[in-house]
């Protein structure tokens, strides 16, 4: 499923791309992991010791109402008065002869848990009968005396240094108690530092930090590690390539990198010895072949001309005109695909434009078409190349009377299309025809091998040749010749 994913987002080609997402991947998912834990457990905590800062707080509002209960009814104004003239208390206390109705804060699980903390010590202390709320107020709307006056129409000295700590606005504990009828105790405050917000923090700004350079510095190293790495490998794919395309020689692969990459490299240094040495017997065994094979073929012409019986020379001339077409026939196919060139940057649109100038007509009605440019030259083998292209060519003219050449060049690969007006391939035949001297019924002309000498150049170079039957008649001839090596 995580492979498919990758795919739909189209996943970098290069080794060093692939291990840089792929790690990048692990270590967001990692780092999300833990710090997930690390969140949860430090939320958790941290309202452990709210809930204890809260019924730390409930204790000392126990204190100054038990303090305001032991004083007589007409003391207890001047106490406050006197207590609001020093300035500097930890509360705002007031009495009212009606509890203050304010908008209450919208609850969140830290606030709930403060209010039922605090409300918990003050039962216990003063009795589960006790009249009593507590609750969570913004300052803008807090009231304290009984004509609802803001805190910002009091003196400083009264409530703002108990009640505010600018530029923050905390949200403001209210408990409001019944003293005795007609006279409720009110008492405002802030929960102590860290938790006065009360809000849910997230990541703090130095574990983001500490993700974003763990991350960049790991994706760095391993970025480094696989550039070492794979070093040796594109080497060895350059080497590859110069082999395929027939370079004469093919320096062996410095050897570097990993163990497993090491191995590689010998084994590939191994199979080019032993690739270069079959090729140069292969090529000393066939040129013996064809010198023996040219020299009692001219005798024998030469004791046919001596016969007499003038239908007995004709027999023996026919068999002999076979077996050298049947030579030719070989040395051709060898000569054509096995061309020592050296890989160059190859002009696609001046080779194709020579190719088709024999077969333009000054009016417009050649029997050749061109459509399309190459974006860019291919690197290959120039003269291989335009064999290749010219069996195509030749192919389509002498069996499908005219070509339509379309090019379709996107950056990534070359494609040349040669269609013709002939009457086709039958779907059974379509691979047969690129066999050496394979001829359809009716087709007498060369020697049945342009088709497969063009396959084996484009092999050469990576590609492939593909035949399809058109729908409206004719056959259509694929050239498919890759970039991804230039």
């Known amino acids: 499923m995580a492979f498919n994913i990758l795919r739909k987002w189209h996943m970098p080609r290069s080794l060093l791309g692939r291990m840089l997402l792929l790690t990048l991947l692990a270590i967001l998912l990692a780092q999300a992991l833990s710090s997930a834990i690390w969140l949860s457990q430090l939320r958790t905590t941290q309202l452990e010791g709210l809930v204890?800062?809260?019924?730390?707080?409930?204790?000392?509002?126990?204190?100054?109402?038990?303090?305001?209960?032991?004083?007589?009814?007409?003391?207890?104004?001047?106490?406050l008065d006197q207590l609001r003239s020093m300035g500097g208390t930890r509360f705002v206390v007031s009495l009212n002869d009606r509890p203050l109705d304010m908008p209450v804060l919208a609850p969140t699980q830290r606030k709930q848990a403060a209010l039922e903390a605090v409300d918990q010590v003050l039962r216990q202390s003063l009795g589960p009968d006790v009249d009593m709320s507590v609750k969570f107020v913004s300052p803008q709307d807090l009231r304290i005396f009984n004509a609802g006056l803001k805190l910002d129409?009091?003196?400083?000295?009264?409530?703002?240094?108990?009640l505010t700590l600018?530029?923050?606005?905390?949200?403001?504990l209210v408990t409001q108690i019944q003293m005795a009828p007609g006279e409720w105790l009110y008492i405002a405050s802030l929960l102590p530092?860290?938790?006065?917000?009360?809000?849910?923090?997230?990541?703090p700004a130095l574990q983001l930090w500490f993700i974003a350079l763990s991350s960049g510095f790991l994706l760095l190293s391993i970025g480094l590690l696989v550039h070492w790495q794979s070093r040796p490998l594109k080497r060895l794919a350059r080497a590859a390539r110069d082999m395929s395309l027939g370079e004469e020689e093919v320096k062996p692969v410095e050897i570097g990198g990993g163990s497993e990459v090491v191995e590689v490299g010998r084994a590939f240094n191994t199979m080019r010895a032993r690739i270069s040495r079959y090729l140069t017997e292969r090529s000393q065994l066939f040129s013996a072949i064809s010198h023996d094979l040219r020299t009692p073929i001219t005798r024998l012409r030469l004791r046919v001309e001596l016969l007499e019986d003038e239908q007995l020379q004709l027999k023996f001339g026919r068999d002999l005109d076979e077996l050298e077409m049947l030579v030719k026939g070989a040395l051709q196919c060898v000569k054509d695909t096995d061309i020592h060139e050296n890989i160059d940057p190859v002009d696609l649109n001046h080779l194709l434009d020579c190719l088709i100038e024999p077969y333009l007509h000054p009016q417009g009605n050649g029997r050749v078409t061109l459509q399309g440019r190459a974006c860019k030259p291919y690197p290959g083998k120039p003269l291989a190349l335009r064999r290749c292209m010219g069996n195509l060519i030749d192919n389509?003219?002498?069996?499908?009377?005219?070509?339509?050449?379309?090019?379709?060049?996107?950056?990534?690969?070359?494609?040349?299309?040669?269609?013709?007006?002939?009457?086709?391939?039958?779907?059974?035949r379509l691979e047969q025809v690129f066999e050496p001297h394979f001829r359809l019924a009716g087709q007498q002309q060369g020697y049945g091998l342009g088709l497969g000498i063009a396959r084996s150049i484009a092999h050469s170079h990576g590609g492939e040749v593909s035949l399809q039957n058109l729908r409206a008649g004719g056959l259509r001839v694929t050239l498919y010749l890759p970039r991804n090596a230039d």
């Not at 600018?166 to 403001?172: F, K």
Request: glycine share 6%.
């Open 193 to 203: 530092e860290p938790y006065t917000s009360l809000e849910e923090e997230g990541l």
């Open 396 to 428: 389509a003219l002498k069996y499908g009377k005219n070509a339509h050449l379309r090019i379709e060049d996107h950056g990534q690969a070359f494609v040349l299309t040669v269609d013709d007006e002939g009457p086709g391939v039958p779907e059974q």
């Open 153 to 162: 129409e009091l003196p400083r000295s009264w409530a703002h240094f108990a």
């Open 52 to 79: 204890t800062s809260a019924r730390s707080l409930a204790y000392s509002m126990n204190a100054t109402v038990t303090y305001m209960r032991s004083l007589p009814l007409a003391y207890r104004p001047l106490v």
């Open 166 to 172: 600018e530029p923050v606005n905390p949200p403001v």
